[in-house]
């Protein structure tokens, strides 16, 4: 059974603009939640508004999933780091000196942000991974990927959550894993293909869980966050945020 943290959930801003963002935020509390910021609203508000958020007393996860060549992944790195953000992730797939340059680089800030790679995105299944010439199942192709994380100094990875208990026997409990596709049990699975919910996440040994639409699109993402604690403490007797 995973750890559960009141902060174990990361809502994820997947917004294009500012404003609706800044709504989101509005209704959530940072004691319950940390907060994702990925590459569309990064792209559109930049550094500032990362600052922004972070100011506002939000851990926030920096999600570029950065990869390329060592040394430009091991300068952006270092400016997420620089921006105080909690954590960061780059492409498993970038290889070896990819992420040694990238670990080795934060090593150097006395607070660092968490350094994970993603090893298979959750929109991908098999067939999808044999056209862009992998040749195994994503569960093995992520085992692999995970292994070479930790080799690599990481602390973790952003997997599925049907990966997790493989990973967490191959890498130990303290190596984090990080797992986007969560979905509440309404059975709406959205473009993802390899999904769970919360409960089940945690089940699996999932330290964080990302979710995104299920809030992002509800009619108050505060009480759509705590219906999703709601949810695990009913499976694991619980307390729920109030």
């Excluded at 319950?32 to 996860?61: H, M, N, Y």
Aim: glycine fraction near 8%; include cysteine; charge should be neutral.
């Amino acid at each position: 059974m995973g750890k559960f943290d009141r902060n174990c959930v990361i809502v994820a801003l997947d917004f294009a603009s500012e404003s609706d963002a800044l709504s989101l935020l509005e209704c959530l509390d940072p004691k319950w939640c940390r907060i994702k910021i990925g590459k569309e609203l990064f792209t559109r508000t930049g550094p500032a508004f990362v600052r922004r958020v972070i100011e506002s007393g939000f851990d926030v996860f920096l999600d570029l999933k950065y990869h390329d060549i060592p040394n430009t992944v091991a300068g952006a790195c270092s400016a997420a780091a620089e921006l105080g953000c909690w954590m960061v992730n780059v492409h498993a797939s970038g290889g070896r000196e990819m992420m040694v340059a990238a670990a080795d680089r934060l090593a150097h800030y006395q607070s660092r942000p968490l350094l994970v790679a993603v090893t298979v995105l959750t929109s991908l299944d098999y067939t999808s991974l044999i056209e862009v010439g992998y040749k195994s199942v994503p569960a093995k192709v992520g085992l692999q990927l995970a292994a070479l994380t930790q080799q690599c100094g990481l602390d973790g990875v952003v997997c599925s959550v049907h990966e997790v208990e493989s990973i967490k026997r191959q890498s130990g409990p303290e190596f984090l894993t990080v797992t986007p596709g969560i979905r509440p049990n309404d059975g709406c699975r959205d473009d993802q293909r390899r999904v769970a919910t919360p409960a089940e996440a945690l089940k699996a040994g999932a330290d964080f869980l990302v979710v995104g639409r299920p809030v992002t699109r509800a009619a108050n993402g505060g009480i759509a966050l705590k219906e999703i604690y709601a949810e695990i403490a009913a499976s694991q007797a619980l307390g729920v945020p109030r």
